[in-house]
């Protein structure tokens, strides 16, 4: 096959060089208005060609490469740490959150998949801030309480949606640890 990114003859969808050059992962935490911590890997722009496969045939091998050389600087993780995927509806084929969270098993997470339920799945995409303050996610949690864990998603906009999925879990007794996403779009 040919790698994604250079187009080169490559064993893999993203050639090792172009990992080395495009997806080494520079871990940055951005603090958000509830005080919910974000750990990112890459600024959005900067790995934007490789996000935009998600609903492409192949994104879900993307996403794995993406997951994997971003999770590689990470440490094991706490005892008993959960994570759970935001959002995790696996109706456009796969979802890309619950794959990020079976990547961080090996890391040591615990993930509870299916457990974080959005009830309103309008696109933000483009949309104005008002937009998505007018229209909420909606969570629904389902999973065990008196847990303590991280949210997972992909990309980290205005962490309105992070906040919303922090502050239903917390309403469930759930102690949320922080979050993990693989690119900031605000860094
Ligand atoms: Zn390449």
Not at 17 to 26: D, G, N, Q, V, W
Not at 33 to 60: C, M, N, Q, R
Not at 114 to 133: D, E
Request: aromatic share 10%; charged share 25%.
């Amino acid at each position: 096959m040919r790698c994604l990114s250079c187009r080169r003859f490559s064993a893999t969808l993203v050639c090792p060089k172009c990992r080395e050059l495009y997806l080494r992962p520079y871990p940055r935490i951005r603090r958000l208005d509830t005080g919910l911590e974000v750990l990112s890997f890459y600024a959005y722009d900067e790995i934007e060609p490789f996000l935009l496969t998600k609903h492409l045939p192949h994104g879900w091998f993307v996403y794995r490469i993406l997951a994997r050389e971003a999770f590689s600087v990470l440490e094991k993780a706490q005892e008993g740490l959960a994570a759970i995927p935001v959002d995790d509806d696996a109706s456009g084929g796969y979802s890309h959150t619950a794959l990020l969270a079976r990547e961080l098993k090996r890391y040591g997470y615990r993930p509870r998949f299916a457990s974080l339920r959005a009830r309103n799945r309008v696109s933000y995409a483009g949309q104005p801030l008002a937009f998505r303050l007018a229209n909420p996610r909606d969570f629904l949690y389902e999973g065990p309480k008196k847990i303590r864990a991280v949210l997972i998603d992909d990309i980290v906009t205005s962490g309105l949606t992070l906040q919303e999925a922090q502050g239903a879990l917390l309403r469930a007794g759930v102690t949320v640890h922080s979050a993990i996403v693989l690119a900031d779009a605000d860094r």
